[in-house]
């Protein structure tokens, strides 16, 4: 065997076997290796912000990595956008690189690049194997790193540490050391506060503590002491719908962000960082709390979140699960012109037990988390890192993992075009995905921003860089060219009738919803 | 005024006035500045692969910087894979990326990231301003940089250093220095070594050496001693077609290459490093030249090539124009079934004068390097960083830069996929460019490599990672989705008739070709 081969069997050991992949010559070995693997599902991306983004969407919803296969730096580039959004949403990612032979790389060919100097942003781990016999164990710790950060491992793969001979032998499952426990004191101390202040308060729920159980308990918490929860401005997941405590999303727009956190004494972070403005503005703060909010931690997200939600719970004898709920949504359905906020209500209300949300309408789907709340019970995933072109793969990926959900993905057309290769990829793997593209023809959350500048005029060189109109996509042509059935309308009741007919059927759909 | 305005003046007295752009909220006073700037021309790409790709085929046809616009780390990332073909290609670029307000980066919000860190390694000078009178000296040495090394120099630009105010000063033209003269030693030493070797030998031109009057003078040399010229593997931009003398490209594949290469005891680099292989391969070379070949280096991409030529033109007395010609083309045009090959003989006959080709057909366009050098004159550009994704953008710049020649881009689909989005903006700008896409659903380069590593048996993981079928991509239907116009065949005189008709008309025309 080779050393690809040692690859190979080190993640499937290790319960690796889904690789996103677009590999190139580089490669060859190791696709030759996952050849030789019937238990690894190679999935193709036609660009590797498909793949990363495939592989955002797949280890949110397991909680374990898949493999990714790029192609030396350039191919690592293509893929950086969607490996920041892993990265912020904290999904494990082991990112395989290939590179030049290790001789080859001082004749400086082409492709190559430096390698390390790209992937050490997005990485939480990078290692590079330095021959054959090395695979084996940086393999091991890349998926080693993946699960203990629950983010992006990248190990670079030269070509002859692929091709060289290993002796054969067993590879065995890496032990993944339990996450650190919260020590008792930080409980304690945390405990006291909740139990001392006299003001608002809330907690900022993320990772374990933003799905069930951990969210259970958290909004326990919350209640038990007439708390708010929160989750991160834009969440990668939470979970959402009847049954299910009705998080709060803290608002993009930095002055609807501050009144949401205004007159907090106390905010209690449960595996997420302190909330702070997306962007900054001229005479805008950065921090979203007031200056004498006071800011505990409970848990980081490389932290045992479950653990430290336990415990607080106990010390502050809160219920086990929060009495809060949401009322079923009742909403009729829309008649008329489709708007942005119709097509979130038809979608609310229309969506099947158990969907997952992938949102990246941006400015168009503002509504949508808010009321699926009260529709059936749901995972609701987002552009965490703020790297637009993650919808699409994302909703790939989830799909790819969770082959029995059907996925929802709210796709503006502006950050759709980042990455339609997707649907491609959706239609060979008959993804059960239904794709809605909000065709509102314009990047509008710039033109809002404009706006907030105090500029109201808009001339040619602005306008060219906001409008996508002039010629306007056709997102139907778009998807059937890739394989991907597709339907236009512009009307509410249309959409409701494109949308059922779309939940009764398995593989992608795309409704190209004019507005 | 403040800094985004300096900003914009800065590049306007330096004739850079076209910004390819894809800008996001922390640029939106940048965004703002421009728009009060009639004299610049703002392009939208859809992706910033497109955005850095036509500034790359911006830079390579007219030798100076577009400015491009991106948005924080993750659309930098999006662009690094076509500014690392322009890195190699030698085109100058201004690559202007956005970052967050400099207070607000110690907060780590979700779009935060190490530009720096990403930017290195496909720029040759990265620079920050650090306040808004920061912003005029350091736009002047990242104009400075793009010319003086002819490649990318990344300026990041924190929000509040574009939105401070500065003193309005007269914005003024940078002296650009001459490229280093190449010292006489030098060139005494290689005309001594011209007139003393006594085998054969050839000289690799690039930059300056592979277009006139550069070119004529180096073949000159090579002819009046015997030798030959060639190209490097991969060629940024190269002058060709009648009259011009017929570079012979170095093959890429590592047999051919390297007995093309056999027993020369001389080449002679005119801008050119020294060819090396694409890929390493176990048991073969890494170097094409055989190891007692004596390589010698005229002038360097970074020195005066053309003062260089003449003075070594002059100390072995060449002719100032090269004897040998192309013959022109007369092949019949080919009929029946469509090939690649057909398509490559039918572009050579019918390309107009002064065409611009764009080619990024992989293995499907094999033959067009050595076909074209019969037809119309014309430049010849090329794939230079090897990095997937480069074709379509590079002919939209082309196009912006050469509004009076003919693009004609030669795109294997595969690659083609990658940065699909650029023709969009063709059909915004009108950009007059003939797409032909090689539409052989498949990344046959990797076939042909896998057939190399003697594994001719493909499984179902190696089938999906190498087909672009299961579903076929229609690219009429990709085409139209953008307000393209395109047209599908399968024989050789509706492609002839197509291609008659595309080049009558302006703008874009997309013409898939199933082979």
Redo the contacts between chains.
């Keep these: 065997m080779n050393g690809a081969d040692a690859l190979c069997e080190t993640l499937l050991a290790n319960d690796v076997n889904v690789c996103f992949?677009?590999?190139?010559?580089?490669e060859?070995?190791f696709?030759?290796a996952?050849?030789?693997?019937?238990a690894?599902?190679?999935?193709?991306g036609?660009?590797e912000?498909v793949v990363s983004g495939a592989a955002d969407g797949y280890g949110r919803m397991t909680g374990k990595p898949a493999a990714t296969l790029m192609h030396t730096?350039?191919?690592l580039?293509?893929g950086?956008?969607n490996l920041?959004n892993a990265r912020?949403a904290g999904a494990p990612i082991v990112n395989i690189v290939g590179d030049?032979?290790s001789?080859?790389l001082?004749?400086?060919?082409?492709?190559a690049?430096?390698i390390e100097?790209?992937a050490?942003?997005?990485s939480r781990w990078v290692g590079r194997a330095s021959g054959s016999a090395d695979i084996a164990p940086m393999a091991e710790k890349a998926v080693l790193a993946a699960h203990a950060t629950s983010s992006v491992a990248t190990l670079i793969l030269p070509?002859?540490a692929a091709?060289g001979g290993v002796e054969p032998a067993a590879s065995h499952a890496v032990v993944i050391p339990p996450r650190p426990q919260v020590p008792p004191e930080r409980i304690r101390a945390i405990a006291t506060a909740l139990r001392l202040h006299c003001g608002r308060f809330g907690v900022v729920v993320a990772g374990d503590a933003a799905v069930n159980p951990g969210l259970e308990i958290a909004a326990g918490i919350a209640l038990a002491l007439g708390g708010e929860v929160f989750s991160e401005?834009?969440p990668g997941r939470v979970a959402r719908g009847r049954g299910t405590h009705p998080v709060r999303r803290i608002p993009y727009f930095i002055d609807q962000a501050t009144a949401s956190l205004a007159g907090f004494d106390l905010l209690v972070l449960i595996g997420a960082?302190?909330p702070?403005?997306?962007?900054?503005y001229?005479g805008k703060p950065?921090?979203l709390v007031q200056p004498r909010t006071e800011v505990l931690t409970l848990a980081t997200r490389d932290e045992d979140i479950l653990q430290a939600l336990a415990a607080l719970a106990e010390h502050i004898e809160a219920p086990k699960r929060s009495a809060l709920r949401s009322d079923p949504i009742a909403l009729e359905l829309p008649t008329g012109a489709l708007t942005d906020d119709a097509i979130s209500i038809v979608l609310a209300q229309l969506m099947p037990e158990n969907a997952i949300l992938c949102d990246e309408g941006i400015t168009s789907s503002r509504r949508l988390f808010e009321l699926a709340a009260r529709g059936s019970p749901h995972d609701y995933l987002m552009t965490?890192?703020?790297?637009?072109?993650n919808g699409i793969p994302m909703a790939l990926g989830a799909a790819i993992a969770c082959p029995d959900r059907k996925i929802i993905n709210l796709q503006a057309d502006?950050s759709g075009?980042?990455t339609?290769?997707g649907l491609?990829t959706m239609?060979?793997e008959s993804a059960d995905v239904l794709i809605v593209i909000f065709a509102n023809r314009r990047y509008a959350?710039?033109e809002i921003?404009?706006a907030n500048?105090g500029?109201n005029e808009?001339?040619?060189?602005?306008?060219?860089?906001?409008s996508?109109g002039?010629?306007?996509?056709?997102?139907?042509?778009?998807a059937?060219?890739?394989?991907v059935e597709a339907a236009r309308t512009d009307t509410c009741e249309r959409f409701a009738d494109l949308v059922g007919s779309s939940l009764r059927r398995r593989g992608p759909f795309l409704i190209e919803c004019v507005i």
């Design positions: 992949a677009n590999p190139g010559t580089s060859m070995h696709v030759a996952l050849d030789r693997q019937p690894m599902r190679c999935i193709l036609l660009f912000g730096g350039p191919g580039a293509n950086l956008a920041h912020r030049h032979a001789f080859h001082q004749f400086d060919p082409p492709l690049s430096d100097s790209l050490r942003p997005v070509a002859d091709w401005v834009i960082p302190e702070v403005a997306f962007f900054a001229p950065s921090r965490a890192g703020g790297a637009i072109g502006g075009m980042y339609l290769q491609w239609a060979r959350i710039l921003e404009m500048l500029v808009i001339g040619r060189n602005a306008g060219a860089m906001m996508l002039n010629p306007d996509l056709d997102w139907v042509m778009l059937r060219g890739m394989g």
